[in-house]
């Protein structure tokens, strides 16, 4: 005869001794927990060895978290500290690049009158200038050429005791004598209302001029010392081009103050008359 599949714990006294067990322990827990609920809301005190003996277990457990949290919070600020300080020295290296840059042009037979920063500009303005932190007090003086690292600025024009006014290169008012790096070919740049650039030529008859020529100061007429980058050909016109500015006066953070250019045969004549010195004064 097969085995009944009525599984039931009817059929097993062992498993209903377990059962009984289980609503009896079950029970005596509901019990106790409900006296010891009782106890503690009619005195809160009874029960504090208790809680005292759990906060002497947790104890260690609960330094270690605050030992942790309190690494993670030096660690964090660290870090922020290492991404600020790598953001400054990224900033000095660049501003280091710019200053190299600006210093292998200088000429050792005629050196600058000052070395200055660039502080601000007009560049939304009819009238194109900018204010350099240099002046009367470092030897500035009006009329002096202003240049940066990638070439010509302006000309200052107003100066006061530590700043002075420059008169940048795409002013209208601002005509700078130029020549093509490549072939000396003669012309002169001026600013246009819109803050661009002109570059016109003295030679009248076919535009020889191609996108891409490079147009240096000339030196004729004096104040810009021959050789500075004035302009790059953006666009071949009828009568010249439309160019770029070969220093970017918004890009541009440090400058050069230079003396005011005068040929040779100027500075030779000019050299003469002052070694001579004033005239003799004719007698009555």
Avoid at 171 to 198: E, S, W
Wanted: proline share 7%; charged share 20%; glycine share 12%.
């Amino acid at each position: 005869m097969a085995r009944s599949r009525d599984l039931r714990p009817g059929y097993s006294r062992r498993a209903q001794y377990g059962i009984f067990t289980a609503y009896v322990i079950a029970i005596a827990g509901v019990i106790i927990g409900v006296i010891f609920l009782g106890v503690s809301l009619y005195n809160p005190g009874a029960f504090g060895f208790l809680r005292g003996a759990a906060s002497e277990i947790g104890a260690p457990a609960g330094e270690a978290s605050t030992a942790t949290g309190r690494q993670n919070l030096v660690l964090t600020r660290e870090i922020a500290a290492a991404r600020a300080t790598a953001i400054s020295a990224r900033a000095i290296a660049d501003e280091n690049r710019r200053l190299k840059a600006l210093l292998h042009i200088v000429d050792p037979t005629a050196p600058p009158v000052s070395a200055a920063r660039l502080i601000g500009s007009t560049a939304a303005s009819a009238r194109r200038y900018a204010v350099i932190d240099t002046g009367d007090a470092q030897g500035v003086r009006a009329g002096q050429p202003v240049r940066g690292a990638a070439g010509l600025i302006g000309r200052i024009v107003e100066t006061s005791r530590d700043t002075a006014r420059v008169l940048l290169i795409s002013d209208g008012n601002n005509v700078v004598p130029v020549r093509r790096a490549g072939d000396g070919l003669p012309g002169f740049v001026q600013g246009t209302a819109n803050g661009k650039i002109a570059i016109r030529l003295l030679s009248l008859g076919n535009n020889p001029l191609h996108t891409g020529d490079v147009f240096v100061t000339s030196g004729s007429g004096g104040i810009y010392p021959p050789g500075i980058p004035v302009a790059v050909v953006a666009e071949t016109r009828r009568d010249g081009a439309e160019g770029r500015l070969a220093a970017d006066p918004a890009a541009t953070d440090f400058v050069f103050v230079l003396p005011v250019y005068q040929a040779p045969a100027v500075a030779a004549i000019t050299d003469a008359v002052k070694a001579a010195g004033p005239p003799p004064k004719e007698d009555n």
